[in-house]
């Protein structure tokens, strides 16, 4: 049993304990007591349920589409806008500039595709016919490891130079890439906000706040035990 349900079952008891004592007092504590108890869970189970000629129950699905809305609005327009996401590049460059070490990574990379594309286009130049005359593709092979040291040095040296670091540092920085990035979020959202169903939303919902509404159940039984308290004092 959930705390609406004891609620309930303790306000039938106590009006149940004042009518079979004949203590009006005890009897319209628990009569309000009921009333405000019962009011609440049906509030509760109509926010969740659509209830036969109850305007405006099962809201949660009734407005899915807003709720989609709301939740798509508040990602992309509160959380992640353009302005926070381009204080964020602004913020992370310097810090990512010092922890990526371009010449680690480079040392690491595989250049063998760029001396397989540069073997490529001289074989199918008119240089290639002649180099049949030398041993055609075997020819080049020597070339290979010193092509590969130059290339990876090369483009170490170019990541080392002020010019590169600059360019990265507006590009990283740059409105474009954070419009870009906020674009792709707001299609991802999107997506996955379209893969939701009413039931979906609706128990994602109930699962959230389902436990906290139950406090609503208890008080509600207890300002109505008080009016009820009040009321047999004035009449």
Known sequence: MNKSD???LLTVLIMAYGYSNGNDTIFMIGLFALSGAVTNTLAIHMLFHKVPFLYGSGVIENKFEQFKSSIHNLLTNQFFTQEHLTKFFQTEVNSAKN???FEKILNKTDFTPAYDSLKTAVMESSFGGMLGMFGGEAALE???????????????????SEAFNKVLDESLKSEDLSKDVHSKLSEIVSSRLDELTPKMVKQIVQDMIKEHLGWLVIWGAVFGGLIGFVSTLIV
Do not use: A, H, V
Request: net charge positive; charged share 30%; hydrophobic share 35%.
């Open 6 to 8: 004891i609620t309930n």
């Open 142 to 160: 020597p070339l290979k490891e010193p092509f590969i040291k130059k290339l990876q040095k090369s483009i170490i040296d170019i990541t080392s």
């Open 99 to 101: 922890t990526i070490d």
